[in-house]
T-cell receptor, first 113, second 111 residues
Framework: DAGVIQSPRHEVTEMGQEVTLRCKPISGHNSLFWYRQTMMRGLELLIYFNNNVPIDDSGMPEDRFSAKMPNASFSTLKIQPSEPRDSAVYFC???????????FGPGTRLTVT | KQEVTQIPAALSVPEGENLVLNCSFTDSAIYNLQWFRQDPGKGLTSLLLIQSSQREQTSGRLNASLDKSSGRSTLYIAASQPGDSATYLCAVTSGNTPLVFGKGTRLSVIA
């Protein structure tokens, strides 16, 4: 199995631009998680899907952030418009046991200038 | 709200030394606790998962203990090696609440 796949691995964009991060979970997993990691705040859960339905989006920082999971094999996290404070590493994880035993992707390093 | 704290934030030890990493959590009503390893520029790899009913788990040179009543867990690494250098993260799950992470301990093992 290829594991959780994220793209792009690195993204540099200017403030105000739209950014879309992509994730392909492990085949057969029914739960998907988006996290953000910064030096200051550590690793924080943004949103959690189960069977393609958002279960907990309380971690989404503001309306500029949105996430979708149109099918079991693909999810996007979109930031529009992006701001410098959004610079972080964004991780996607998947699981077949709900919030337990998650497998993490390699992350997308986002830099907003 | 669950909070997870890891001490120390960074640790440097000579090769061969045994070491202990600490994790504490504020709400003892957890479902399980996991220890992860993160290498620079990489994702997280799960090392050990302890269910709330368990006291410890072992994998090779790693041993994780859990004292739910006191809100503490330790990760013991025996005979440390330079390849153990990484950031170690502790995370807890409560009910249906997904993982809450500590900020990690950055370990350097010096050859």
């Amino acid at each position: 199995d290829a594991g959780v796949i994220q793209s792009p691995r690195h993204e540099v964009t200017e403030m105000g631009q739209e950014v879309t991060l992509r994730c392909k979970p492990i085949s057969g997993h029914n739960s998907l998680f988006w996290y953000r990691q910064t030096m200051m705040r550590g690793l924080e859960l943004l949103i959690y899907f189960n069977n393609n339905v958002p279960i907990d989006d309380s971690g989404m920082p503001e309306d500029r952030f949105s996430a979708k999971m149109p099918n079991a094999s693909f999810s996007t996290l979109k930031i529009q418009p992006s701001e410098p404070r959004d610079s972080a590493v964004y991780f996607c994880a998947s699981s077949f046991k709900g919030p337990y035993e998650q497998y993490f992707g390699p992350g997308t390093r986002l830099t907003v200038t | 709200k669950q909070e997870v704290t890891q001490i120390p934030a960074a640790l440097s030890v000579p090769e061969g030394e045994n070491l202990v990493l600490n994790c504490s959590f504020t709400d003892s009503a957890i479902y399980n606790l996991q220890w992860f390893r993160q290498d620079p520029g990489k994702g997280l790899t799960s090392l050990l998962l302890i269910q709330s009913s368990q006291r410890e788990q072992t994998s090779g040179r790693l041993n994780a203990s859990l004292d739910k009543s006191s809100g503490r867990s330790t990760l013991y690494i025996a005979a440390s090696q330079p390849g153990d250098s990484a950031t170690y993260l502790c995370a807890v799950t409560s009910g249906n609440t997904p993982l809450v992470f500590g900020k990690g301990t950055r370990l350097s093992v010096i050859a």
